[in-house]
């Protein structure tokens, strides 16, 4: 497990990392109780639970998500910036960045809570590490933005929202055919819980949602630990400490036979020679006893890159070398996409304990404000299932996706699917329209502007 050393830091070094980390562990715990309370509203409008029982389950959930949780979506939001050429900047600009990155997303994931607007600190985030990205590459030219990577995240932003109100409205009607006790699409008595069997439902959705959320949310917040970590410490971060160049110097052999044969039997191959180029790289700097490990770092993911385009739609290899191929492109990405154990700890206990803090505010937006009629236990339960499996798809396929917005949707498509569009609240819609076109403009321009503002001043 890769530890935290400071001891290549000066004090004043470490100082700044370590209230950075804290920096990132409020932004995490803030997300908390601005997203969870997204996933609480149902339970506590259809007295399912009592408010206090409900967030601490919730926050219970919130926890094991992140620590059950892989790193397919932590990798995603690394990948959003060059960190490779980030790992090799002066440390005041390291530090401008994460500091122009920290608050910025602190500042509007903190503004629209206090106005009660669910809001996306998925998009926050992403935006934060956009603007900077787009900054840096002004001031340093390079890789630049991973305009590939952020054009699938956007994409699984946009279209998530979409998926949850319509599935919702779909889920309502097929109910509404299906279940003969109509008790559950009426407004639910003050004080008198739901049916056994729809608490129950509505119980575990709130849970499998909450833990969906901690799975998601929770891996965007151990992305970002991680961009601070090797931004500050590359020679600890870079690369997993199970990495070995002895070892990795006769994989790279291995590969380069592979290629070389194949090639000489097809012909040419414009990724196979990629692969070459970087392998070539990599055994100049690995013969070095004191190589720089953020330089392997970015030789290495170059040359996995490649590999892995070898045997994509038009494969390079025959399928027996296929298959060995693939298996290591996956053990490869293993030692520069990794997250050390205490720091997924360290954010499963903030973004738990913040779920268990502060969620009233959005709560009463999304009991009370999203439709003009009360919500129903059927509601709160189609609401709720569709949101866990929109969050959980996108988990699997390492989409980052938005909590607040899955959910906020699939309320907006119950309130349609009850009484029609005219059972909306048009003005909390236009609220949470705004925020959800201006969060990211707003966090590249503040986090751009901050970053440029900081480097101006430190140097």
Known sequence: MNVLDLSALSSGGAILLIAFIIAVLAFEFVNGFHDTANAVATVIYTNSLKPTVAVVISGICNFAGVILGGIGVAAGIIKLLPVNDMMNIPFAESASIVGAVLLAAIFWNLGTWYLGIPCSSSHTMIGSLLGVGIVFFWRHGGEGVNWGKAQEIGLSLLFSPLFGCFAAIFLMWFLSKLIKNKAIFQEPERG????????????????????????????????????????????????????????????????????????????????????????????????????????????????????????????????????????????????????????????????????????????????????????????????????????????????????????????????????????????????????????????????????????????
Not at 206 to 218: I, L, M, W
Not at 305 to 321: H, Q, W
Not at 361 to 376: A, D, N
């Open 192 to 459: 008198t819980p739901p049916p056994w069997w729809i608490r129950g439902i509505l119980i575990l959705t709130c849970s499998t949602v909450s833990f969906a959320h901690g799975n998601n949310d929770g891996q965007k917040g151990v992305g970002l630990f991680m961009v601070i970590l090797m931004i500050f410490l590359p020679a600890q971060f870079a690369l997993h400490n199970s990495f070995d160049g002895g070892k990795m110097l006769s994989t790279i052999q291995n590969i380069e036979r592979k290629i070389e044969a194949t090639l000489a039997r097809v012909g040419e191959n414009e990724a196979a020679e990629e692969v070459l180029e970087s392998t070539g790289k990599l055994k100049v700097l690995l013969a070095s006893p004191d190589y720089s490990r953020p330089q392997v770092r970015k030789e290495l993911q170059r040359m996995n890159k490649y590999l892995a385009e070898t045997t994509g739609d038009r494969p390079f290899f025959n399928s027996s070398d296929k298959a060995e191929v693939k298996a290591t492109v996956k053990s490869l990405a293993k030692y520069y996409e990794f997250a050390p154990r205490w720091v997924v700890v360290l954010i499963s206990l903030a973004l738990g304990i913040g779920t268990m803090i502060g969620w009233k505010r959005i709560v009463v937006t999304i009991g009370e404000k999203i439709g003009k009629s009360h919500l129903t236990y059927a509601q709160g339960a189609t609401a709720e299932i569709i949101a866990s499996i929109t969050i959980a798809l996108s988990t699997y396929y390492h989409a980052p996706v938005s909590t607040t917005h899955v959910l906020s949707s699939a309320v907006a498509g119950t309130m349609i699917a009850k009484d029609g569009t005219q059972n909306l609240q048009r003005s909390t819609l236009i609220n949470i329209l705004t925020a959800w076109v201006l969060t990211l403009p707003v966090t590249i321009i503040v986090s751009g502007g901050l970053y440029y503002l900081f480097t101006a001043i430190f140097g």
